[in-house]
Each structure stands twice: as structure tokens, then as C-alpha cells.
């Protein structure tokens, strides 16, 4: 099972975006929203790595409100 975790928004280069990594038994995948590409793999074959652009494609709108819900100031205070 693949454990997924979002970051909170933030600006780089004047457009906003979040972080999703993706991990599973010691492979690590990192790519970023709205563009939905996999910017770092470590593990994850090709085809794989397609798939894990595909589902953040398909859960966009799910993925931006996972990371317009993070509030930065508490997550650092658990």
C-alpha cells in the first residue's frame, strides 16, 4: 500500500503549488500540483511512476484542498 501525504500550498516563482509524496516499502516518489508530475522517484519503476502521475490527475481537485486545509503554525506545534 502506498501512504500518500500532501503539503501545505506555497509560491514558487509566482504560481502556487503543493508537494504529494508517495512512498512504499522504502521507494519514494515526489511530485508537485497542479502540474502532476513526478519530480523525484526512487524505486518506482516507469510504468509506475505514470500511474502516480495519472492518480494526481484524476484527484486534483481532492489533492488542492488536502493542501489548502494545512495550516503550517499547528502542524509545527504537534
Not at 11 to 29: L, P, T, W
Request: hydrophobic share 40%; charged share 30%; glycine share 6%.
Amino acid at each position: 500500500m502506498v501512504d500518500i501525504k500532501v503539503s501545505a500550498v506555497f509560491e514558487k516563482d509566482g504560481k502556487k503549488m503543493a508537494y504529494v509524496s508517495f512512498s512504499d516499502d522504502g521507494r519514494s516518489a515526489e511530485g508537485t500540483i497542479p502540474d502532476c508530475v513526478i519530480t523525484h522517484n526512487k524505486g518506482f519503476s516507469e510504468e509506475e511512476k505514470a500511474q502516480l502521475e495519472d492518480y494526481m490527475k484524476n484527484e486534483l481537485s481532492s489533492l488542492k484542498k488536502m493542501a489548502a486545509g494545512i495550516n503550517v503554525v499547528k502542524a509545527l506545534m504537534d
